[in-house]
């Protein structure tokens, strides 16, 4: 690890934040407003969703009882999945994500993607995480505060040393 | 603790027991630990999982460990909305399937004081499974009920408020409760009690005692000097229009269980270079080790990897189908990834899918049914790359220009 961090110091986009640099109640964030065209190149790259109108049309999720077409489930976690990762940078790895879908998330909402550490295993012995591993409570927010997306994150961290 | 003060949120879910619940009870305690370090008076919460008991389950020593108070009741769905059990006994769970979702609130405060224990009205205000709205709409009289949840962190102001108006109507107690299903929401809205909570016994005591003095607050509030915020006021808000448009009661469910637990091969994709960049390029995704080969190169994988999503941007065949016959309206309720290698250019990913469990229950758009599957990704090599656990909802709506707006 020690050679991969020396190699990519000198690159910018290598910001590595180290296990040691986290605190409990570390809290960050990034908005995030879903387009009908990111929706849509999501759609079309994956297949999912295709068949079902509400993610695209208006009147549809009209029809389902929502007032605008919906953003399909993993766009959310893709975009929360990126919010620890840029933060962790390169070195990091995701080993888990949870999320409960509360609400329906729209086209078009104002969102925030937040993250919180809550805790931080350095002894490695706490329920099968790693050594270097971190636990977040992730969360989308709109413009009602309302939490349409939540969920918990463990990821692992390299150490300084 | 410097008084016989005792600060308890009486509302939370955990992982132990809830499906949609990620935080942990010892993850719950250290954050009470870490609440504590910021000058916030916490004590202790009341594990409340969803239509589940367990009598044998004990927090106690774990709790010791943390200097806490963890207890245990349980969350009922009735007739009349969310119902909070506090003192469960062996003769309540007797008179009950808990697993129903339209128990008779009567029944349940009646049995539940009967047999020792005492229930509560979980999040008043909530549309459906809170209690005003069955009080306002169809006249519920409220029979047994003392005791109600007023400040609930899961609820917005105008539910709270509502649960307030109530409590003040009727003459009824009002308690608070985070309804924390991850540890960041643990304690947002607790409930002080003006005497030493150690045990369910004591907890159940207070609930019952007419004499008794507690107060719903928030924990923000308890620190020292902290001012205290006016209760939340009625004023009505926007909901969203999804909100309140099924029942709670109907049928029971009819679905196919003999698709439950067997795992079949629905599909299979080679990890491209083509298709990572298009996953990039479609969500604007440009960290270096998904999109840069020579800074991925050095990197710790030697090359680039697929970003952990990638098994998602391909379409599989259909997972197995329980036939659920319920609800005109589905989506995604929640999801659990698990990543435990990197997917490379070249790999050949093969899925796996099973359901996992059907069931149901009530929220704020009425009954509700909940289908859980699991798909596990292997690479070429026989390793498991990557697992999704998906629940999905099943739900009755109406239109929106056909009275389904709330």
């Known amino acids: 690890m020690t050679g991969d961090r020396a190699i990519l110091a000198g690159d910018p986009r290598a910001a590595q934040r180290a296990f040691e640099d986290v605190a409990v109640g570390d809290r960050f964030e990034v908005p995030w407003q879903p387009t009908h065209a990111q929706v849509v190149a999501w759609v079309k790259l994956t297949g999912m969703f295709a068949d079902d109108r509400r993610v695209f049309d208006l009147e549809a999720a009209r029809a389902g009882g929502l007032d605008r077409p919906i953003v399909p489930g993993p766009i959310s976690v893709i975009m929360l999945e990126r919010l620890v990762a840029d933060w962790m940078g390169p070195l990091g790895r995701i080993q888990s994500l949870t999320v409960s879908y509360r609400r329906a998330v729209l086209h078009d909402d104002r969102l925030r993607c937040i993250a919180l550490v809550i805790d931080v295993h350095g002894d490695g012995d706490y329920e099968g995480t790693p050594e270097g591993a971190v636990s977040l409570d992730v969360s989308l927010e709109n413009e009602r505060g309302e939490q349409p997306v939540l969920g918990t994150a463990v990821v692992v961290m390299p150490r300084r040393d | ?406």
């Open chain 2, 1 to 406: 603790m410097t008084d016989d003060a005792t600060y308890l949120d009486l509302h939370v879910h955990s992982s132990d027991g809830s499906d949609d619940a990620g935080g942990t009870v010892e993850g719950y305690l250290k954050w009470v630990a870490a609440r504590r370090a910021h000058g916030m008076r916490f004590d202790g919460f009341v594990v409340t999982e969803h239509r589940h008991f367990d009598l044998d389950r004990d927090y106690s020593a774990l709790a010791a460990r943390y200097d806490a108070v963890v207890l245990r009741g349980v969350e009922v769905e009735t007739d009349i909305g969310h119902v909070l059990v506090f003192g469960v006994t062996p003769a309540f769970l007797d008179r009950f399937d808990l697993t129903s979702v339209s128990l008779p609130y009567d029944e349940v405060f009646r049995v539940a004081w009967e047999t020792g224990g005492v229930a509560v009205g979980a999040h008043g205000g909530r549309p459906r499974i809170g209690c005003v709205e069955h009080v306002d709409e169809r006249g519920v009289t409220l029979e047994g009920v003392t005791v109600v949840e007023a400040l609930n962190g899961g609820s917005n102001d105008y539910e709270n408020g509502r649960a307030f108006d109530l409590v003040e109507a009727r003459g009824l107690r009002a308690v608070g409760g985070s309804d924390a299903h991850f540890v960041s929401a643990l304690g947002s809205c607790l409930t002080r009690f003006d005497r030493v909570i150690r045990t369910t016994d004591d907890l159940v005591a207070a609930l019952r005692d007419p004499e008794a003095r507690y107060e719903p607050m928030y924990l923000e509030d308890t620190k020292d000097g902290a001012e205290r915020r006016p209760r939340p006021s009625g004023a009505p808000v926007a909901l969203p229009s999804s909100s309140g448009q099924g029942s709670l009661g109907g049928d029971a469910l009819e679905y196919d269980r003999t698709v439950i637990g067997r795992e079949v091969k629905v599909g299979e994709f080679e990890v491209t270079r083509e298709l990572i960049a298009s996953f990039c390029a479609a969500l604007d995704e440009q960290n270096p080790l998904y999109t840069d080969e020579a800074f991925a190169a050095q990197g710790p994988y030697g090359g680039i990897v697929a970003p952990p999503g990638i098994a998602q941007a391909v379409r599989m065949g259909p997972a197995p189908n329980p036939q659920v016959k319920f609800g005109n309206n589905g989506m995604m309720a929640g999801q659990r990834f698990e990543y435990y290698l990197p997917a490379r250019p070249g790999d050949l990913i093969e899925g796996f899918a099973q359901v996992k469990a059907v069931y149901e229950k009530t929220g704020r758009s009425g009954r509700m049914v909940f289908v859980e599957r699991r798909t596990r990704y292997a690479n070429q090599h026989g390793e498991d790359v990557a697992a999704v656990e998906t629940t999905s909802v099943q739900r009755e709506t109406k239109p929106l220009d056909d009275g389904g707006s709330a």
